[in-house]
């Protein structure tokens, strides 16, 4: 677990490496699959979860638009109701399934796109142009389905 200290001049502090970081570069580690807690550095408060939500904001705004407004609203309507620990948990959970089933289908597309390149280069006397324009096809669709899910899993 990688400890970060906030500031109040919202200033971020890394305690691993002792050097000062930027809310761009907190989400890069993020994304490498850093453990991080992120902690007021006068008081020691965990602003975890706040410090999250403003890395969120700022790659939405910068135009990755990945929450649909109605989830938002979703999520609004269901703080302070009988739903909102319900809510929390199956968001939790969800995200975690997300996350092993990831990593099974990037194995799955890499598997895939091996057994793809592989025959990439066919034998031209057995192969005929119909086989051919198939796999071209399918080592096309194969490249769409990999683009989509680098934009929806993590790096």
């Known amino acids: 677990m990688i400890v970060i200290k906030k500031y109040a001049n919202r200033r971020l502090y890394d305690m691993d490496r002792s050097c000062y970081i930027t809310q761009a570069e907190l989400a ?6 850093a453990e991080i807690q992120v ?6 408060a965990d602003l ?26 979703l999520i609004i ?23 092993r089933h990831y990593g099974d ?23 005929s142009v119909e086989d051919s324009a198939t796999l071209g096809q399918l080592r096309e669709e194969m490249e769409k389905l990999r683009a989509r899910l680098e934009r929806f899993g993590p790096h």
């Open 48 to 73: 975890t979860r706040l410090t999250l939500i403003q890395i969120i904001l700022e790659i939405e705004t910068d135009g990755h638009q990945m929450l649909p407004p109605e989830a938002l609203r």
């Open 77 to 99: 309507r269901a703080y302070g109701g009988r739903t909102e620990m319900l809510l929390s948990r199956y968001l939790e959970r969800t995200m975690a399934a997300f996350a």
């Open 28 to 33: 890069k580690m993020i994304r490498s699959g």
């Open 105 to 127: 289908a990037d194995k799955f597309l890499d598997g895939a796109l091996d057994s793809i390149r592989d025959q990439a280069e066919p034998d031209a006397d057995t192969t």
């Open 39 to 44: 902690v007021d550095a006068r008081s020691g």
